[in-house]
């Protein structure tokens, strides 16, 4: 009986090293962690500021008197020197490659330089005079503008747009001064409100996730303006003679700075815990 005993033990002590022994010569059991959750682009708030300068045209000008019977006005000259722009914005960043602003900027008086030369119906030749026109232009521009971001590479986003918005054009300081007499007459400042519309292009470098810098050039249309009725020297306006300035347009280089108020924070990596590895 004892020796079956024996023989009993031995066995079980015999079955139980089986696996143990196996499980030393087995790797150890990693456990393997699931692919990582993509990360959702973020979006946040940002505060811009702009300088620039202006390159601006006139596409026509116009005055009643021009239509004054037997007498064919051409324009020889019209065109604004450069002047600055001032703006300031605010905007939402929606994703990695879309965001929107709205601005409001201030665009300094541009002096204006024109000519007219004034002939006899039909125009045969030589001029019987000429009207010298001086002055200046100032805008006050409110946009809505949207923005697609290209890609980045080296820190640096190619980028295009467009806004609407309107416009707030006042002529100053007109003048007319008419050779061969040498007449002068002037016009007092006039504003008008127009509706505008851009187009943008540019690129952007990325100093911090929350400081941007951009180039940019912009097409801008601020529609038409006016001065106030054009009086002789003598103080007589015999009829509403307003001068009008038509399809107003300008060619902008702009240096910006976009801050974002609402930084992306990157999630925590998943915790998994410590690996499973088998016990030998």
Do not use: C
Not at 42 to 68: A, K
Not at 87 to 98: C, E, I, K, L, M
Not at 190 to 216: C, Q, R
Not at 250 to 256: E, F, P, Q, T
């Amino acid at each position: 009986m004892r020796k079956f005993k024996a023989l009993a033990l031995a066995g079980a002590a015999m079955f139980l090293s089986v696996p143990a022994a196996l499980s030393a010569d087995l790797p150890p059991l990693i456990h393997k962690a699931p692919p990582p959750v993509p990360v959702e682009e973020f979006g946040g708030w940002y505060l811009r500021g702009d300088i620039g300068m202006s390159n601006q045209r006139v596409g026509e000008l116009f005055n009643e008197l021009y239509n004054t019977p037997g007498v064919v006005v051409t324009n020889l000259d019209k065109g604004f020197d450069s002047a600055p722009i001032y703006g300031f914005g605010v905007g939402y960043q929606f994703n990695s490659w879309f965001r929107a602003d709205v601005t409001g900027e201030y665009r300094g008086k541009a002096n204006f330089h024109g000519l007219d030369i004034y002939t006899p119906e039909p125009a045969s030749g030589t001029g019987v005079g000429s009207d010298d026109y001086s002055g200046s232009k100032s805008e006050w521009v409110f946009m809505a503008n949207a923005y697609v971001d290209l890609g980045t590479w080296w820190s640096l986003t190619p980028f295009v747009g467009a806004g609407i918005g309107a416009a707030y054009n006042t002529i100053h300081h007109f003048r007319d001064t008419n050779v061969p007499t040498g007449g002068v007459a002037y016009a007092d400042s006039a504003s008008k409100w127009n509706f505008a519309w851009a187009l943008h292009a540019g690129v952007a470098y990325n100093v911090t996730p929350g400081l941007t810098i951009e180039l940019a050039y912009r097409y801008l249309s601020l529609g038409d303006a006016q001065t106030g009725d054009v009086i002789t020297y003598n103080g007589v306006s015999t009829i509403d003679n307003p001068m009008h300035f038509r399809d107003l347009t300008s060619h902008d280089i702009k240096l910006g700075v976009r801050w974002l108020l609402d930084q992306p924070v990157a999630p925590p990596p998943p915790d998994f815990g410590p690996p499973l590895v088998s016990k030998g």
